[in-house]
Each structure stands twice: as C-alpha cells, then as structure tokens.
C-alpha cells in the first residue's frame, strides 16, 4: 500500500481553497456576504486574536451556504482533475489511500474518479463543523496506528510536518516545485528535526491539541 497526502503532493496548490474561489465565482453574492467574514477572520489570526482551529471553523463555514453542492463540486473537477501530477497517475495503485486534512466532501469525489481510497477530515456541511480532528500531521500517523499498522510501502508528501506518518513507512518521499518533483524524505539529522518540530509546532498544533 502506497499512502499519499493530497494537497501539494499530488495536486498542486489548496483544493479546498481552490473550490472556495470556485465558489465565490459561482455564487457571487459570497463576495459581499461571505468574503469579507474571511478576510477579517485571516487578520485576526495574525495578530494571534484567534487560533488556527477557529480560524479553519469559519473559513470551511462557506460550504454550509453552498445549496447546490453536488452540482459545484462536480464541475469543480471535471474542470480541475486534469491538474493531477502526472508522476503520481503514472504509478497509481488500487490499494493507494490518500490520507488528506481538507473537508471528505471536497476529497471525496476526486478520489472516487482516481478508484482509489481516502481518509479526509469529517465535515458536516449543514452545521458547519468538523465531527473530528483535522487529518493533518500527528492525526494522519494515528489513523494509520488505529488501523492496525498496516504496512506502508511509499509515503508521499509536501511538508515536513507529515513526518510522523513517514515514519510509518518503509520508504518515505518528499514532493516539491507544486507538486511536480519527488525526492527521497531527507535525513532526520538535528538540523532537520528542528524543522520538523517548527512545522508540527505551528499553525495546525492549535488543533491537534484540543479536545
């Protein structure tokens, strides 16, 4: 089994960012309604007023006002799943799990096209909440433990902060340049590791510890 993050690794950029703008464009009464709740909501999360976790609860919170999602998302990838990295299409496997921290309803179309598994944050779309803990970093390698350890061939990633589920797996692989080259994991050598603890350390921390 080949596990792989999404967002950056085998599809550049944000898709649920991607699908916001989509959004914002299909609905444009969202620009005046919705988008200035955004931008106020960024602000406030760098001036440290709110945390990362509540900045991500308002943001996803466009999805609830999305009436005809199914038809959105849809045309979103109909439109967009040709930018799927090639490298990744070339080797794709039906075992493959894309384990990904974006909303399941954004994820889970694309990885139905791919036939191939997911595991993606839980997102109720009519309350506009997560009904678990965002899939990113430390939450990925305990999904993985929770399942039994299963074993692990390649791991696909873009961050280093995904270094607790590469540790899972007998061989590890680093993507950059937008999700276009595929290296070996590097070394976890001090210097490294302090990177690895910065990434994990911010942001998305403010999440995975709460309760």
Same mark, same amino acid.
């Given at each position: 089994?080949?596990?792989?993050?999404?967002?950056?690794?085998?599809?550049?950029?944000?898709?649920?960012?991607? /699908?916001? /703008?989509?959004?914002?464009?299909?609905?444009?009464?969202?620009?005046?309604?919705?988008?200035?709740?955004?931008?106020?909501?960024?602000?406030?999360?760098?001036?440290?007023?709110?945390?990362?976790?509540?900045?991500?609860?308002?943001?996803?919170?466009?999805?609830?006002?999305?009436?005809?999602?199914?038809?959105?998302?849809?045309?979103?990838?109909?439109?967009?799943?040709?930018?799927?990295?090639?490298?990744?299409?070339?080797?794709?496997?039906?075992?493959?799990?894309?384990?990904?921290?974006?909303?399941?309803?954004?994820?889970?179309?694309?990885?139905?096209?791919?036939?191939?598994? /997911?595991?993606?944050?839980? /997102?109720?779309?009519?309350?506009?909440?997560?009904?678990?803990?965002?899939?990113?970093?430390?939450?990925?390698?305990?999904?993985?433990? $929770?399942?039994?350890?299963?074993?692990?061939?390649?791991?696909?990633?873009?961050?280093?902060? $995904?270094?607790?589920?590469?540790?899972?797996?007998?061989?590890?692989?680093?993507?950059?340049?937008?999700?276009?080259?595929?290296?070996?994991?590097?070394?976890?050598?001090?210097?490294?590791?302090?990177?690895?603890?910065?990434?994990?350390?911010?942001?998305?921390?403010?999440?995975?510890?709460? $309760?």
């Amino acid at each position: 089994m080949n596990v792989y993050d999404f967002d950056g690794t085998i599809f550049p950029g944000d898709c649920s960012i991607g /699908f916001f /703008f989509w959004c914002l464009k299909s609905h444009p009464k969202l620009w005046f309604t919705y988008f200035p709740k955004t931008i106020k909501n960024i602000l406030l999360r760098k001036k440290g007023k709110i945390n990362e976790a509540q900045m991500q609860r308002e943001f996803f919170g466009y999805l609830t006002l999305i009436h005809d999602f199914d038809q959105q998302i849809e045309r979103y990838w109909n439109k967009n799943e040709k930018k799927i990295s090639a490298w990744y299409l070339a080797q794709k496997r039906p075992d493959d799990l894309i384990i990904s921290a974006s909303p399941n309803c954004i994820i889970e179309p694309i990885a139905n096209r791919l036939g191939v598994r /997911f595991m993606a944050t839980d /997102f109720d779309r009519e309350y506009g909440v997560f009904l678990n803990k965002m899939k990113y970093a430390k939450e990925k390698a305990r999904y993985i433990i $929770d399942q039994g350890f299963p074993v692990i061939e390649n791991f696909y990633s873009d961050s280093l902060a $995904d270094t607790p589920l590469a540790l899972c797996a007998e061989k590890a692989h680093l993507v950059t340049n937008n999700a276009s080259t595929v290296t070996d994991w590097p070394k976890l050598d001090a210097e490294t590791m302090e990177k690895v603890k910065q990434k994990i350390d911010t942001g998305w921390n403010s999440y995975v510890k709460e $309760d």
